[in-house]
């Protein structure tokens, strides 16, 4: 389970998560939705303590990851896999071997497991036969699918999803989603998604929690958090102007 | 007076920070150069790009530079009736001097602005955050590399642009001017110590680690807007400028 505790952050003054309490199901997806520039993100990055928090505790199966020495984060990270909101390719790389890289740099296993591990990867994500492209070469769907795999390579526990659909059609976004859930039915991780992919998120979620104003306004199963009658949480998910929350 | 005041003292904390900031990056990559596994193949990739891919504008640079010198050494030499000593001031001035700081100013432009736009456009294409979450250090996968590469690199570089600017200040002193080649040659033979070669050596040594390190710090630290690359880029290329010429004279000074 991770556990993210009274969580503070600011940028330049500029306090963005304000004692954020959230508790995330292992084994479960949980969806963290809220307004463009909410700190969702910011929220997700402090999970393998890509950012620290100013004040509060992430808690990962008890170990708390905002003090860790490099060697223990390093470990703690290694159990994470990332799907970030651009896929994070390196461009000076094919997908084959962007996928490959963890596994080089992490592992010392040889060439021939790698490819083995990386082909099965690539045919498991819809990408088979495009290992030799470059990140510039395929779409921005292809992208986030060399990302997923990427973020599979090393079979992790926890995925973290940064906005997964941004900037697909809906039809790009919706096979997205239906490869998390069969990544998700083939490998058990826990995933944290935060998206703005509404409603079409809600079906592949266990769990949604709603970040507004840098706290967490609401968080339950999928079906009671449809169904709260929290007036915020309400004219989010029907994308209603008129509410609670000041539209510019 | 008292915000002229207060707005110096912020400049001055300012400035500091971005030096320590800057002084520990460098440390820190440093360190990450000896720490195992070596990247070998990193190293061998960025000399490449570092080197071989600025050659051309090495080569171009000297031999034009040592075309002017050719032609500017001997006007001012044969007001003194000194022509036979043109050999000897081009290649002291090209050893001690104009190599080193013209090479470091080509590399500068050619791929030190080419390394903080690389690095700037992974910050904000969130490809540092990546390795860092794979548990990949940035600095030593991207910056400690690079380094080593500039160190490598740069005297070869150097020494490339004064021997190319020996014989473009040669084709004109004594191909269109006159000046003996025996004297050409033998000048030089006889000015030239081993002091001189060592002490380009040194400051190409030392360009190759300022260009790199202020290059791929400004990447490292862009900052995530539509202009970050851009200014990134700029402030690398004046950084890097400024502080050649700066450390130059500080060497200098101290090995005349």
Same mark, same amino acid.
């Given at each position: ?91 000076? =790389? ?47 769907? =292809? ?10 390579? =090393? ?27 069969? =990544? ?65 | ?92 001035? #090209? ?6 700081? #013209? ?20 910050? %904000? ?31 070869? #570089?150097?020494? %490339? ?52 390190? %202020? ?26 400028? %400024? ?11 101290? #090995?005349?």
């Amino acid at each position: 389970m991770i556990q993210i505790v009274k969580l503070h952050k600011s940028f330049a003054g500029h306090e963005v998560l304000k004692g954020v309490n959230l508790n995330i199901e292992t084994g479960k997806i949980t969806t963290i939705i809220g307004g463009s520039g909410c700190g969702k993100t910011v929220l997700l990055k402090h999970l393998n303590a890509l950012l620290l928090p100013d004040h509060g505790q992430v808690i990962v199966d008890g170990v708390e990851i905002s003090n860790l020495g490099q060697k223990n984060l390093n470990k703690i990270r290694h159990r994470f896999g990332v799907l970030f909101q651009g896929a994070a390719l390196l461009d000076s =790389m094919t997908i084959y071997d962007n996928v490959a890289f963890p596994l080089r740099e992490k592992t010392g296993m040889d060439e021939g497991a790698i490819r083995k591990k990386v082909e099965e990867r690539i045919y498991q994500v819809g990408l088979e036969g495009m290992g030799y492209k470059f990140p510039a070469e395929v779409s921005g769907g =292809m992208k986030k699918r060399a990302g997923l795999a990427r973020a599979l390579i =090393m079979d992790p526990e926890i995925v973290l999803f940064d906005e997964p659909t941004t900037g697909l059609d809906p039809l790009l976004g919706k096979s997205i989603h239906e490869l998390i859930v069969k =990544m998700h039915a083939t490998f058990g991780f826990t995933g944290v998604i935060v998206s703005h992919d509404i409603p079409e998120v809600f079906t592949i979620s266990d769990f949604v929690a709603m970040l507004s104003n840098g706290v967490i306004e609401e968080i339950g199963p999928t079906e009671e958090f449809l169904a709260s009658h929290n007036p915020v949480v309400q004219q989010f998910i029907k994308g209603e102007t008129q509410g609670p929350i000041r539209v510019l | 007076m008292i915000s002229l005041l207060s707005q110096l003292g912020r400049w001055s904390l300012e400035w500091f920070s971005e030096m320590g900031k800057m002084f520990l990056f460098l440390i820190s990559a440093l360190v990450w150069v000896f720490r195992p596994p070596a990247k070998i193949y990193l190293i061998v990739q960025h000399i490449k790009s570092i080197g071989v891919d600025s050659l051309l504008v090495v080569i171009m640079s000297g031999f034009f530079t040592g075309m002017v010198m050719g032609l500017q050494g001997y006007y001012s030499l044969k007001k003194f009736n000194a022509e036979s000593w043109l050999g000897s001031v081009v290649a002291l001035t #090209l050893l001690r001097e104009l190599g080193p700081v #013209l090479s470091a100013f080509m590399v500068t432009g050619r791929t030190g602005s080419a390394m903080a736009a690389e690095i700037g456009t992974m910050r %904000i294409t969130e490809q540092i955050d990546a390795l860092y979450s794979m548990a990949i250090n940035p600095i030593k996968y991207l910056v400690s590399p690079r380094i080593v590469a500039g160190l490598i690199a740069m005297p070869l #570089l150097t020494a %490339i642009f004064d021997v190319v600017g020996i014989y473009g200040a040669y084709l004109i002193g004594v191909g269109l001017l006159g000046v003996s080649s025996g004297s050409y040659f033998s000048g030089m033979e006889n000015s030239v110590v081993f002091r001189d070669v060592y002490v380009g050596f040194l400051k190409s040594v030392s360009f190759g680690l300022i260009i790199t390190w %202020i290059c791929c710090y400004k990447g490292f630290n862009t900052s995530p807007m539509a202009t970050g690359v851009s200014r990134a880029t700029t402030e690398s290329v004046v950084l890097s400028f %400024i502080m050649v010429l700066v450390w130059d004279y500080f060497l200098t000074s101290v #090995l005349l």
